[in-house]
């Protein structure tokens, strides 16, 4: 599939989240954080999920909704939220197949850690690629989002 890029409209895209299927596009109307993570309770992602927890009032303040992706099920989403108090929503993508749909590859057989931001449209205004500048991706999509309109 080809890689979403700044510009892009939002693909159709059903997640797993903790009572079932979650259609992204209907989060549409907002900006919107979609940040793919490797997996949870791992030092990097732990960093990162704590960094978008301990921002979160600022995103929402901005009018923005942060939601974490990973392909570990929905158990694991709850117990990660739980122990690490986040308090946005995480949801599962078993096997990578919406990373893939997006244009997202593993490395070395670590899945994608990549955050995009959405504006109200649904469309692309920023990507943040890096596997190892975890709370960048916090950083750089704020920065993003307080400038979109509302």
Known sequence: MPELRVGDAMPATTLIG???????????GKPLVVYFYPKDET??????????????EDF???GAEVIGVSRD??????????????PFTLLSDPGGKVAESWGL???????????????????????FDSKIRFGKHVDEALEVVKKLPR
């Open 73 to 86: 099920d929905a158990a694991s989403h709850e117990a990660f939220i739980g122990k690490h108090r986040l």
């Open 18 to 28: 903790k009572d079932g299927p979650v259609d992204l596009r209907t989060r549409v």
């Open 60 to 62: 929402t303040a901005a």
């Open 105 to 127: 590859r593993s490395t070395l057989g670590i899945p994608p850690r990549v955050t995009f931001v959405f504006d109200k449209a649904g469309v692309v205004r920023h990507k």
């Open 43 to 56: 030092y990097g992602c732990t960093i990162e999920a704590c960094g978008f927890r301990d921002s979160y």
